[in-house]
């Protein structure tokens, strides 16, 4: 879900803003250390962290031009606890012709914040000389970060260096798209409501929605999940546009090979959205596996609130000796590990996170996968690889490589590489499919 604009919390309900920034700075600390935005804002307290993660989305997405301003504006990196928090007053005060806050609030809240902490009350006029400097000399400072790669990008240079390469005409309008939110998007459980009843109810309550593909909602502004009419009764999921593709990919016109029902193994389920879409489409027996109990016990928890059953088991879809009984699946759905780099625009702390030398190790592990799973299908059946990633080694070239590797595997039509601010179009993709979807691969095999 896309987080809440801080400047949409309520004002009676709403931290005060000095509160918010110190809150997003200790976040920024735990993101630099190497923790995702969950693992960072989990000390946040439950009042506070709608606000906090707006802010530090907002900071992520202009991460890359902000260490090129710290850099040039400060000649010796002060301690950490004050670094993040002029960190978080530069990146707020760099895209001013959207500006969350005016400058001059932002600036005296930055100070605010910065005389509240032990840790920062001695630098608080370093941290509003700093933030003020950029602002007066904003176009000098702006001309020379934008000569880094990084800076102008918003990404790591490695990052952008990859995406150019992998897709080259579009590289920019990719990376583009990767800085900027995503829409909130539900996918209606057709099996207790439908899109049109749905879209209508919300419509009479205030909340406008577009209808994309067959079951799809796209909302025109982002919602507290829980409260949204239908939510708790199981009419819908939260679920990107792209990743509705792949139950319809895979069980469309498939027939069982033995008994009236398919037998369709979800190899990588967590948490669960693509399981409970499989199940919503068709009347299947399935099987969701995942490497951890924990996650394995989300999907059980999202099929419970959607009314639907599965078998829901903890297994390593990579080691099918210790968990499959040997009867061969109709249909496989394997959404394998990946870097995420299809999906920043939910998850902008992820470029950061990730290394170069990442791209290697989880290709190397989706080869595994795609290896260990293809003899457990049957003669005719469908495995759906994807993932959610921009690079083509995680994508076109595991597929390559995997048909050089198995003469029985037919590449059948397939979306291939869907990619951010980019309208979809292609063999087996929904005409109504708009530009407002993540960065995705599918490819759908056959066994001859």
């Not at 000390?43 to 906090?52: F, I, N």
């Not at 032990?118 to 941290?127: D, L, S």
């Not at 193994?265 to 948490?271: E, F, I, K, R, V």
């Not at 799973?373 to 059946?381: A, E, N, Q, S, V």
Request: with cysteine; net charge neutral.
């Amino acid at each position: 879900m896309t987080p809440t604009p801080a400047r949409e919390v309520g004002a009676s309900l709403a931290p005060p803003l000095w509160q918010q920034l110190q809150a997003c700075a200790k976040a920024l600390r735990a993101v630099r250390q190497g923790r995702n935005h969950v693992q960072a804002l989990a000390g946040v307290s439950p009042a506070m962290r709608p606000a906090a993660q707006a802010l530090l989305f907002a900071v992520l997405r202009q991460w890359g031009r902000t260490l090129a301003l710290q850099k040039a504006l400060v000649q010796r990196a002060p301690p950490a606890p004050v670094d993040d928090l002029l960190c978080v007053g530069l990146a707020l005060a760099w895209p001013h012709t959207q500006a969350m806050y005016p400058m001059h609030t932002l600036v005296n809240q930055l100070v605010e914040a910065a005389k509240r902490d032990p840790a920062t009350r001695a630098q608080a006029a370093f941290i509003n000389a700093c933030v003020r400097r950029f602002d007066r000399e904003r176009t000098t400072w702006v001309g020379h970060t934008d000569t880094q790669l990084s800076a102008r990008w918003n990404h790591p240079e490695w990052w952008i260096n990859t995406v150019q390469q992998d897709h080259p005409s579009n590289w920019q309008a990719v990376l583009s798209a990767s800085q900027q939110a995503a829409p909130m998007a539900v996918r209606v459980n057709r099996r207790q409501h439908s899109a049109e009843a749905l879209q209508a109810l919300w419509q009479s309550q205030g909340i406008a929605s577009d209808r994309c593909g067959p079951d799809g909602l796209v909302l025109h502004q982002p919602q507290a999940v829980h409260a949204l009419p239908g939510f708790e009764q199981g009419w819908l999921s939260v679920q990107d546009p792209g990743a509705q593709m792949a139950a319809p990919l895979l069980l469309t016109g498939l027939q069982p090979s033995d008994g009236p029902r398919l037998r369709v193994l979800d190899a990588c389920a967590a948490p669960g959205g693509k399981t409970a879409h499989l199940l919503e489409c068709a009347d299947i027996d399935l099987l969701a596996i995942d490497v951890e109990e924990a996650r394995c016990q989300r999907v059980r928890e999202n099929l419970q609130r959607l009314q639907l059953t599965a078998e829901v088991r903890c297994a390593d879809a990579a080691q099918p000796d210790d968990w499959w009984d040997g009867q061969r699946w109709d249909a496989i759905l394997l959404d394998a590990p990946c870097t995420a780099s299809g999906i920043v625009r939910r998850h902008p702390d992820i470029p950061w996170l990730r290394r170069h030398t990442d791209i290697a190790a989880l290709a190397a592990i989706q080869s595994q996968m795609l290896q260990a799973l293809w003899p457990t299908l049957r003669r005719g059946g469908r495995l759906l690889y994807c993932t959610c990633s921009l690079f083509r080694a995680e994508g076109q070239g595991q597929i390559q490589a995997f048909l050089v590797n198995n003469s029985d595997a037919v590449l059948k039509p397939s979306p291939g590489h869907l990619l951010p601010g980019l309208a979809a179009s292609g063999a087996a993709v929904s005409d109504n499919l708009p530009e407002e979807h993540d960065g995705f691969f599918y490819a759908l095999l056959e066994k001859q």
